[in-house]
């Protein structure tokens, strides 16, 4: 019955995993066919669309397109005639000038091709948000907006431990700023307040209390300001009627567009990556989702769609935003960069970008482990 027990929990593992690189591989697969859906409609061969890496496990040709996909679904390209990109393998097209040539196409065209990506996975943030708010979205920490100021948990030896918070407590006001049933700005105005005096008022059992402390520090961001607490009280949002659930979805959505600019540019000001996820974690979050609902599962994958939107806009020629800029430059001076100067551009960018997702899946792994690790070290007989 064990070893049964075992194996049924191996192949419901298995298949979020399966369930979790499908995600992945359809956002990937969404954002190339914001590039491909420009391009046919403007005109432009597009000899190959192709989703993930590694050995071919399908491929056919539709509309003077090969579709393949492969078996590792972490990335895809459409390969696009007169567009040369590096590390697209074999481009048969890549030099062309002909009149279905991206090359020769107006400046507003390639713009459109090169931001439909980008385009297509907010798309999709949009109608799974409001797809969400027609069915109700549940309870979970994903979704800020749903959070009251009440305390679920606090975090031991933490500045609200020590302070006398509890769980239960219901946080209104930090420093007579009104927070009450905003997390957000809650987060916003505890952030620069580290290792600072701050007077809280929240109310405990139907009475309205103070008290003044001394702010935490984020773990690995000692700038940072910590409240000490785990996690917040969160609540259903119920089903919306068909319009009301289109504002809310396109609200939701701005706000995750909104958070996802400033955390962005917030990391690269401060240089920051220790909070960052890499594609261990992302697989690992949607892995969760799988075994969760459906609906969590949606969440998570509008969220990451979000993120792959905003990131692809960041000026490096692997990304839409670097393609952008350099047919923006050629646009302002009239005639095309010398195509070694972008290859050189490129190959830096793919060693730089490698070298961060090789350090945030080492990072990623080494936060994953270290429970286990630390157990171990326990069973051993090396800690306590």
Request: with cysteine; net charge neutral; aromatic share 10%.
């Amino acid at each position: 019955m064990a070893l049964f027990d075992t194996l049924l929990s191996l192949a419901q593992n298995a298949l979020a995993i399966a369930i979790a690189l499908f995600g992945i591989g359809f956002l990937i697969g969404f954002h190339e066919f914001g590039h491909f859906l420009f391009c046919k409609l403007f005109g432009i061969k597009t000899p190959t669309f192709s989703i993930g890496f590694g050995p071919i496990l399908y491929q056919r040709r539709i509309w003077d397109t090969d579709f393949t996909l492969s078996a590792i679904p972490l990335g895809g390209f459409v390969e696009i005639a007169g567009a040369a990109e590096v590390g697209q393998g074999e481009q048969k097209d890549a030099h062309s000038t002909q009149k279905d040539s991206f090359a020769i196409k107006p400046y507003y065209q390639k713009f459109l091709v090169m931001t439909g990506g980008i385009l297509c996975n907010l798309l999709f943030a949009y109608f799974a948000f409001i797809l969400l708010s027609l069915v109700g979205i549940p309870k979970t920490p994903l979704m800020p907006s749903q959070m009251k100021t009440v305390i679920a948990k606090v975090a031991p030896n933490g500045s609200a431990q020590e302070a006398g918070l509890q769980a239960g407590d219901h946080i209104h006001t930090i420093n007579g700023v009104q927070v009450t049933d905003n997390v957000p700005q809650l987060i916003e105005a505890i952030e620069p307040l580290a290792h600072k005096q701050a007077t809280i008022s929240y109310e405990r059992a139907g009475n309205t209390k103070e008290l003044t402390f001394t702010v935490g520090e984020r773990t690995n961001a000692p700038t940072i300001g910590s409240i000490g607490v785990i996690s917040f009280e969160t609540k259903d949002l119920p089903p919306r009627s068909f319009f009301e659930a289109i504002r809310q979805g396109i609200q939701l959505t701005n706000d995750f567009i909104v958070k996802t600019f400033t955390g962005i540019i917030g990391i690269f000001r401060k240089a920051d990556f220790n909070n960052v996820g890499g594609p261990v974690v992302i697989i690992s979050l949607l892995t969760q989702g799988a075994t969760s609902s459906l609906k969590i599962f949606l969440i998570l994958l509008a969220i990451i769609s979000i993120n792959l939107a905003i990131l692809n806009l960041i000026p490096l020629p692997i990304l839409d935003g670097g393609q952008l800029l350099f047919y923006t430059i050629e646009a302002i001076i009239g005639r095309p960069l010398p195509i070694k100067v972008r290859e050189y551009i490129h190959i830096a960018s793919w060693i730089l970008i490698m070298g961060l997702i090789l350090y945030l899946s080492v990072f990623d792994i080494a936060r994953i482990a270290h429970p286990y690790v630390e157990s171990i070290k326990v069973f051993l007989g090396f800690a306590r």
